[in-house]
């Protein structure tokens, strides 16, 4: 679904002085429409937390990074621009939120960042060196915040989605490196070690050490 907004339409296709729209949520929020934008103190990856999270997994020269229910792209354009020497996926059912990530990829000038709009069960993980997962499965329990009305929601989907990455996770090899937001310890599967943890714990850092 494109958006209509006009002071949207209006931005640079290429914007000068790019790291500014870094500098703050506030400020990257702002190249979101207003709808997009509403939604981020629940639902989008603070800048700030991207930038730790993108700096664990970006961890050699040429490293695929795939995060897993991308949104608007908040954490893949993040990552992208401050490792420019690694590549950002992002997976994402909803069309609108891929078409934004899209558009704001292009208004930022990056080149290392791919959106895809799919389901996460048609998605191969071997195509990908390490995870960032901020708990994009939450919404299918009951009585959660929803992004929006676009998708069927159910505890059944959310068990299969969980039960889906942990065993694709799982089937990684050595040296995988994982970050979960807002996740608990027990959704990273056997083998994944705790290398650390900051904000207030929220914020978590996994390599699996073994196969």
């Known amino acids: 679904m494109k958006n209509t907004d006009p002071a949207w339409q209006q931005l640079s296709p290429v914007l000068s002085g790019t790291d500014s729209w870094f500098r703050s949520d506030e ?3 702002s190249l979101y429409p207003p709808y997009i934008k ?3 103190p629940l639902h989008w990856t603070p800048v700030e937390v991207a930038k730790k999270a993108a700096m664990f997994l970006a961890a050699s020269p040429g490293d ?5 229910g991308s949104g608007p792209g908040k954490f893949c354009l993040t990552g992208a621009y401050h490792h420019p020497e690694a590549s950002f996926y992002g997976i994402e059912q909803r069309n609108d939120l891929v078409y934004c990530a899209a558009i704001t990829k292009e208004m930022l000038g990056l080149n290392n960042v791919t959106f895809l709009n799919g389901n996460l069960l048609h998605l191969d993980f071997s195509q990908f060196d390490h995870f960032y ?3 994009s499965f939450y919404e299918n ?3 959660t915040d929803k992004i929006d009305d676009q998708l069927t929601y159910s505890r059944h989907l959310y068990d299969q989605y969980n039960r889906f990455l942990y065993d694709q996770l799982e089937k990684m090899p050595a040296g995988t490196r994982l970050v979960t937001y807002h996740n608990s310890d027990e959704e990273a599967p056997g083998g994944y070690q705790l290398a650390a943890s900051t904000n ?3 914020l978590k850092y996994w390599i699996k050490a073994s196969h």
């Open 133 to 135: 997962f901020f708990n």
């Open 64 to 68: 695929k990074i795939l995060d897993i």
């Open 27 to 29: 400020a990257f929020n």
């Open 200 to 202: 207030g714990h929220l």
């Open 141 to 143: 329990l009951p009585g």
């Open 38 to 40: 509403e939604l981020a």
